[in-house]
């Protein structure tokens, strides 16, 4: 079947591509804010490079909070204890 925006549009994930997608986002922001940590004692905190890669540390928190609310909104019944986990 080919997948067209209407049908694309009411699919929702499953609790396994929500975790996948928790793991790969987690890992991108840690490394984000590892190397950003390391080029702000080379560079210094207030240098363009350093604000541009914190703000793309905001911006995936931001994914993430959306994606998590998301997960609930998509399995009411989840736990909060485990779906917690999913992007946290």
């Known amino acids: 079947m080919i997948k067209t925006e209407a049908t694309i549009k009411n699919h929702k994930m499953t609790l396994d591509e929500h975790r996948e997608l928790g793991r790969i986002l987690q890992d991108a922001r840690n490394r984000l804010v590892v190397n950003s940590n390391k ?39 989840l736990e909060s204890e485990e779906g917690c986990r999913y992007y946290y």
């Open 39 to 77: 080029l702000a004692n080379i560079y210094g905190k207030t240098k363009k490079p350093i604000l541009k890669l914190e703000r793309a540390v905001d911006l995936m928190d931001e994914v993430r909070s959306l994606l998590d609310d998301k997960l609930f909104e998509e399995y009411p019944a």
